[in-house]
């Protein structure tokens, strides 16, 4: 049984390198400004947990692989190496020029490695997985060629050649004398709030002034308003579900020891927020609107990356989440009258999966209750996670002013006037 058993440990090398990918990369979410660049991140976050999720099931048919879900301190370093970096576009080169393509070099070792026959369910798995591989690093060239730090990818590449590649495949190379191990000294921080780049901000997009905020509460409830402006408004909403992504992206790292179904479902999760504001962000240049006008509400980041990681999660889910169903069946309904077919087919993706997310809230809230010590019911929990939003927005709600001018920014009465033309 040599052979199984060391293949075996090969398949968990390469889901522990998956499973680590996915908990450190995406801190980097809510620290880059550009959008596309954030959609795309969610996208591969999905993606590596997938790998990781496969590569654990074939796993476990292997006598080697071993139980559990637990990282190795090696693979734990350098990954907590990877996100001691100031600049995130740095910290992007560094995941992407280093780390990624060695868990490619890997794959590749792996095929080569085993038996093509014999082993030919992982090997089908690795072949896929290859081809992702390329693909990702390709998918993010774009964004890496502005950047240009040779020191950082020199520092992780000696971190990695340590231990001779993700699979120990090449020479190990001794650390020199002198090597730093940023992470030791420096506990990893999220930032205070999210980057946007070159948008322009505010605290939130919802409100009751037509003179001055996109999303008039009162309207999307009024039956006398526009069915085009009620579309209008909700594909700002699921665009502005951008802040899910930047507040749901910590909860990984927050979670370090937390099963790995977990971290899948919390992939899917971000991944299908990402996909949510993408919907607004692809169909309202075509229904004419200017994204330069739309500024970007910070306010729900703000607030809860003050909160610990179950009450965070526990807003989502269970208030904010659990709480949306009915205003939006109300939109939909009206979105309906326009005979909009894409339309009604993103509301209606984006309802299935908002039912999916609560179902996510009731079965994992209690799990990271428990990896925070909470104890008590969950509601009670939800309930005083509550009080203490109220509390918090107080203290950080509603501080970043308006980037634009009630003239130059998009509102609700800018709204009607584009939904006339459009
Ligand atoms: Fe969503
Ligand atoms: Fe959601």
Redesign the pocket.
């Known amino acids: 049984m040599a052979a199984v058993k060391e293949m075996g440990q090969l398949l968990r090398m390469l889901f522990e390198v998956e499973r680590e990918f996915v908990r450190t990369v995406a801190v980097l979410i809510p620290r880059v400004g550009n959008i596309e660049l954030k959609y795309l991140l969610c996208q591969h976050v999905w993606e590596s947990a997938g790998h990781a999720r496969f590569i654990s099931e074939r796993g476990r048919e292997l006598t080697g692989f071993g139980k559990g879900d637990a990282v190795r301190e090696s693979y734990r370093s350098i990954f907590e190496e990877a996100i001691r970096v100031e600049d995130p576009m740095v910290g992007l080169t560094g995941f992407y020029k280093v780390l990624k393509p060695a868990l490619l070099d890997a794959y590749r070792h792996y095929l080569e490695s085993t038996h093509h026959l014999a082993d030919w369910p992982s090997r089908k798995l690795v072949e896929e997985f290859i081809v992702d591989e390329e693909r990702h690093l390709r998918e993010m060239d774009p964004y890496l060629s502005q950047t240009n730090d040779r020191d950082w990818e020199q520092h992780l590449s000696i971190a990695l050649d340590g231990l001779g590649g993700w699979l120990g495949e090449s020479d190990r190379k001794a650390l020199p004398e002198g090597f730093d191990w940023n992470w030791e000294e420096l506990p990893y921080r999220h930032p205070d709030t999210c980057n946007r780049g070159e948008y322009p901000l505010c605290s939130s997009v919802f409100g009751h002034d037509p003179e001055s905020d996109p999303i008039v509460r009162e309207w999307l409830e009024d039956p006398n308003t526009d069915a085009r402006v009620v579309r209008l408004m909700v594909f700002i909403w699921l665009m502005m579900?951008l802040d899910?992504v930047d507040y749901l992206s910590p909860i990984f790292y927050d979670t370090t020891d937390a099963p790995f179904d977990l971290h899948y479902d919390l992939a899917r999760h971000l991944w299908?927020?990402s996909r949510?504001s993408a919907f607004g962000y692809r169909q309202l240049p075509k229904l004419k609107v200017d994204l330069g006008t739309l500024e970007h509400s910070l306010d729900l980041y703000n607030i809860l990356i003050q909160m610990s990681p179950p009450e965070r999660y526990a807003m989502m889910t269970m208030e904010f989440e659990a709480g949306s169903f009915a205003t939006k069946a109300h939109v939909m309904d009206r979105v309906r009258e326009l005979s909009d077919f894409e339309a009604d087919t993103l509301l209606a993706f984006?309802r299935n999966?908002?039912q999916q997310h609560v179902r996510f809230g009731h079965r994992w809230l209690p799990e990271i209750m428990r990896l925070f010590g909470e104890e008590g019911s969950v509601e009670a929990f939800v309930e005083s996670s509550r009080k203490r939003f109220k509390a918090l927005e107080k203290e950080f709600g509603g501080k970043t002013p308006h980037s634009l001018s009630p003239e130059v920014r998009l509102t609700g009465n800018k709204l009607r006037a584009i939904a006339e033309v459009a």
Do not use: K, N, S, T
């Open positions: 579900e899910a299908d927020e949510h984006d999966d908002e």
